[in-house]
């Protein structure tokens, strides 16, 4: 049996170890993993990378390295297409930044595949957002935004010699976890930059401005975790703009619907995810609005049992309203099951079912707080508000489960280690 994995993210490399694991060493078992990129950042990471609290170089897991420990092949490449009834993926040819071709075009056979590419931001077709705006949607492009934002920091600090109002200003558009944590880390980052040689910078020269299209931020947690995260980041001294939609932008600008112009040095866009359009173009491949995969209860394709979709790029329905939401525990969640149903198959066992289990959801406001939810089987009774130390823990051991379930627990807690020795030894920003 051949299994294809397509994106080794928070669900494709967990999903590609486990079965590296239980079938790789197996006769007439392959598993293979195909990435475009030749490294893996766990995602939920990508704000903290941006604003420099955390170097992906440090915590990247290299796709070959670990193929090789866990018994897959990984196979650099970027999915095209596919064709269902030869059962083969197409893959586009692989370039170097100079253009120059590394690997050709291919095509790669299957028994079952599966997709685990992600997301990425929706523009909702807003006019100059692709061309005027940042993204964090993968490691690439966090690390061009820190490194753009060292070099306004240094930029600022010598303006600030003749114009000591001068001042940075950030505006971010989406009021989800990814604009609010990186909101917060960018306050981290100028108290850290201040302290580390660009003394100049005080509290008012880093101005950044959150816009949000609905009433309240984090719409996805209770109206109490919004309000906290609201008066915490106010506290910092974000500028907060509710129920503010945003209807052009354009070089250092965003323009309103009321037509009120927000002028930033700097412009993010982290306003809801969407799957790349070539997904819902699939012949015969179901798709729902934001263009991921319907699946069925095993999580496998409705219209073809070969075609399994795990992760944000997966669109598992939770009742006629709901899907399960675009989250890191989803797709850990997903993989498992889809681990366990190929191993299933292998055996000549029926498949099992897709539960999906919310275990809380929790927003880290860097250094300064950290407030969520937390329900179902981590804490007794339904649903916990936390906040503070308890909230922390929960949040870091989210990234510490990933690492356990790539590495298992003896490497995992090692890495645990190094990280603390690195926090002892290393600035505690990225500052080049
Ligand atoms: C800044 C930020 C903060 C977040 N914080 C949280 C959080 O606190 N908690 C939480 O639960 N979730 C959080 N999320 C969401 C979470 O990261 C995603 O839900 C999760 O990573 C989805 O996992 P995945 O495996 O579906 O996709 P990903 O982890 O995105 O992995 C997709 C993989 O597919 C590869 N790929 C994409 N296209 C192709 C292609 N055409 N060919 C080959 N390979 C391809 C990519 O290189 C990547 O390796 C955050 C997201 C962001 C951006």
Same mark, same amino acid.
């Given at each position: ?37 030749? *490294? ?61 071709? $590394? ?35 993968? *490691? ?10 060292? =070099? ?30 990186? *909101? ?71 323009? *309103? ?32 609005? $934001? ?11 409705? =219209? ?129």
């Amino acid at each position: 049996m051949k299994v294809v994995i397509v994106g080794g993210g928070a669900g494709g490399l967990e999903l590609a170890t486990y079965l590296g694991d239980k079938l790789g060493k197996k006769p007439d078992h392959e598993i293979v993993l195909i990435d475009r990129n030749s *490294t893996h950042l766990w995602k939920p990471l990508l704000h903290e990378v941006a604003a420099g609290s955390l170097d992906a170089e440090i915590d990247s897991v290299s796709f070959r390295a670990h193929a090789h420990a866990h018994h897959f092949q990984f196979k650099m490449g970027c999915f095209s297409g596919v064709d269902r009834n030869k059962k083969v993926i197409h893959l586009a040819p692989v370039l170097d930044p100079e253009g120059e071709e $590394i690997l050709p075009q291919r095509d790669e056979p299957y028994d079952h595949l599966v997709m685990a590419i992600g997301s990425s931001s929706n523009d909702f077709g807003v006019p100059g957002v692709r061309e005027h705006c940042k993204f964090l949607d993968s *490691t690439q492009q966090a690390v061009k935004f820190h490194d753009r934002l060292v =070099n306004q920091f240094i930029r600022l600090n010598r303006k600030l010699i003749d114009d000591p109002s001068a001042c940075l200003h950030v505006a971010i558009v989406g009021g989800g976890a990814t604009g609010v944590e990186l *909101t917060a880390e960018l306050f981290n980052s100028r108290n850290l930059f201040s302290m580390y040689g660009l003394h100049r910078i005080k509290d008012k020269n880093l101005k950044v401005t959150l816009l949000e299209a609905g009433p309240r931020l984090v719409p996805a947690l209770s109206e109490k975790v919004s309000a906290a995260v609201l008066k915490d980041l106010s506290a910092l001294g974000a500028d907060i703009c509710l129920n503010t939609q945003v209807a052009k932008a354009e070089p250092h600008v965003f323009i *309103t619907a009321d037509e009120s112009r927000i002028e930033a040095d700097m412009l993010l866009w982290a306003a809801g995810i969407k799957v790349p359009d070539f997904m819902a173009e699939i012949e015969g491949i179901e798709t729902n609005r $934001i263009n991921q995969v319907i699946v069925n209860k095993h999580l496998q394709s409705t =219209n073809d049992e070969y075609i399994y979709a795990i992760g944000d790029c997966a669109g598992f329905p939770l009742d006629e309203k709901r899907w399960v939401p675009p989250r890191a525990q989803s797709a850990h969640q997903m993989a498992l099951l889809v681990g366990k149903n190929l191993v299933r198959i292998t055996k000549e066992k029926p498949l099992v079912e897709f539960h999906y289990s919310d275990k809380g959801s929790l927003i880290s406001l860097s250094e300064f707080s950290t407030v969520g939810v937390l329900m179902g089987n981590l804490v007794r009774g339904d649903t916990f508000n936390v906040r503070g130390k308890i909230a922390r823990i929960a949040y870091i051991s989210l990234y510490r489960m990933h690492q356990i379930a790539l590495h298992g627990w003896i490497r995992a807690t090692l890495m645990m280690v190094s990280d603390k020795i690195n926090h002892i030894l290393k600035p505690r920003l990225k500052l080049h």
